[in-house]
């Protein structure tokens, strides 16, 4: 059975290879939709609907995985910072406190039975000061990143603890994503 990712990113991509699927990387042109006034949940479950949707719109034999990551801190969602302002606005915002990473995963297999899920993982940040944050910054591009970190890229600069799977904060969960294509 061909399994499809609808996803650009190389850390979903390595996640999964690393797990042993095989797969193939078709990025999808589906528009995200940034509503605050959804919960978390459903924010990254709807949006991983869309990009996984739209490729098994033109790929039906196969099974599509779509998925969406985002940080959310008081129950707004924190995605890629535009400048490094506003990647320090937010690592300050993050310093000291407790935050959900959510991925939303779809997955559509052949004959469109579909799956949505999702995964939360609490992050808890050190307490940061601007040196410490520019320390990091000099690491780690902070622009391609929701809530301007990655955990995989020196994250014990900054992260005090986490509670929940790990590869969820990098992007997906791998054990939930295997049980779905394989159900």
């Given amino acids: 059975m061909k399994i499809i990712l609808a996803s650009a990113s190389p850390r979903r991509s390595e996640l999964l290879t690393r797990a042993g699927l095989a797969f193939t990387v078709v990025p999808s042109p589906a528009e995200e939709i940034h509503d605050a006034s959804l919960d978390p949940e459903h924010l990254c479950e709807e949006n991983a609907r869309l990009k996984a949707a739209a490729i098994a719109a033109i790929h039906p034999d196969a ?12 129950n707004l969602p924190l995605g890629k910072p535009v400048d490094l302002t506003e990647a320090r606005a937010m690592l300050r915002r993050l310093s000291g406190r407790t935050h959900e990473v959510c991925t939303g995963v779809c997955v559509i297999h052949p004959g469109g039975r579909t799956e949505v899920s999702h995964e939360t993982t609490h992050v808890r940040f050190r307490p940061l000061d601007d040196a410490e944050i520019d320390a990091y910054f000099a690491l780690v591009n902070p622009l391609d990143k929701a809530g301007a970190y990655g955990i995989q890229e020196h994250g014990e600069r900054i992260i005090e603890s986490i509670d929940g799977p790990f590869d969820n904060v990098m992007g997906l969960p791998v054990a939930r994503v295997l049980a779905m294509v394989r159900v």
């Fill in 63 to 74: 099974i599509v995985i779509g998925a969406d990551t985002l940080v959310f801190i008081d």
